[in-house]
């Protein structure tokens, strides 16, 4: 099958991006100035990312909340107007479907879901009991990202520095209507922009204009996002983690712990009383040598306790990092363990995530 | 200044008498992109020709570098353990990963010269 190209491919090129094969998409994984640079960027400044392959979902019906409930564990009932959250779709057994983002937009819910998975969304959202869930094609999605985005941002749809985090609203930038979300994958302030596809790359040039902002790919994204201790679905979370094995049981608000109306809910429960069997954690290694996914975990004496889900180095953090499963009885911060490369043993540890502190907006109406 | 050839898996080599010096080319840099990790062999190892001899770590994956000729590793960059970028901004000079003790040097003749890889790589292009 022809891979898509979104409406910013032209841009990229034009940039000098370096494009890849993801998810049925060509996307660019870095520009000239490499994954590092953009990066530091995106930490420093800010960077705009082309996530324009995600897909994005409009539910309707007077139902939407109760009816999207009955597929995910989140408090969406509760959510107010133009505030979002970050949830997932579960399948029978406690298993991850897919992870999104449901937003408020007070006539209508809006979601955001992985590319490799909106047809399998899809699927599962026309289920929904009692709303209509619609794909939104024809649009971008675009990020901004970095402690610089707000005052970037505020200079073309001014207002936008007052949002709180997971909140969003309707602005227009040069005219354009923009629906525009104060959330992000970088653990850094930012904001993604959902605008018409025809508007995109006029959009997203002004933005670029600025000074502070630089162009950032789906390489420095990964690096930002394991950084910042997120997950990436299928390999951090798929259909085989639960919530709570995949340390994410902060996303299912009490009122649903205690209603248990979403898909696997009765393991999901067992699990919150009783502790999972494994966890998610984060490993930081003593040396220089990255661990990639699939990397075998082992206690201090050898023995296998679990594997790496994501591996790699971190640009911030100065050296290697990964995200892995290990048993409970493990997942203690602090824990020695090794990890096999290449058939060497590695000392590691286990710690505390994320690595580097998200730096989120923390003003107004938290 | 000792003539320089490449193999098909983009390393270069360099010889001086039947020690040879062993890289990757600009172009296998650009495209591993950063370098954050190499694993180099111990000295005194035994390669073979086209067999695996270090392992380059990128921010995105990690690769195999071959030894495009067959001999006993001499000397590594001990320099590449401190700072692995140098991969990145001196590929055919500083950022050498070992230098082998050649069992046969027509191995090295047997290489694609500069102009010949130029064309290769433009053909990959």
Redesign the interface.
Known sequence: MESRRTPLYDLHVALGARMVEFAGWQMP??YPQ???AEHQHTRSKASLFDVSHMGQVRVTGAGRAASLEALVPADVAGLKPWRMRYTMLTNDKGGIIDDLMVLNADSHLFLVVNAARRDIDLQRLAGLADAVATELADRTLIALQGPAAAAVLARQAPGVENLPFMGAGEFAIDSVPVLVTRSGYTGEDGFELSAPAADAERIARRLLADADVAPAGL?ARD?LRLEAGLCLWGHDIDETTTPVEAALEWTIQKSRRESGTFPGADIVRRQLAAGPKRRRVGIKLDG???A?EGTPIADDRGAPIGTVTSG??G?TVGG?IAMGYVYAAHATTGKAVTLVV?GAAHKARIVELPFVQHRYFEGRGR | MSEQRYSKDHEWVRVDGDIATIGISDYAQKQL??V??V?LPAKGKQVERGAEAC?V?S????SEVYSPVAGEVVEVNAAL?DD?AIV?TDPVGKGWFIKVRMKDKNEFTALMDEGAYAKYVAGLE
């Open positions: 994984v870095q490499g994954i590092i390489g690096t220089r040598v990255p990639r790699g180095f640009p290697p290449r | 992109g950063d954050v990790y694993e392992t770590e921010v995105k994956a990690a353990n692995p990145n």
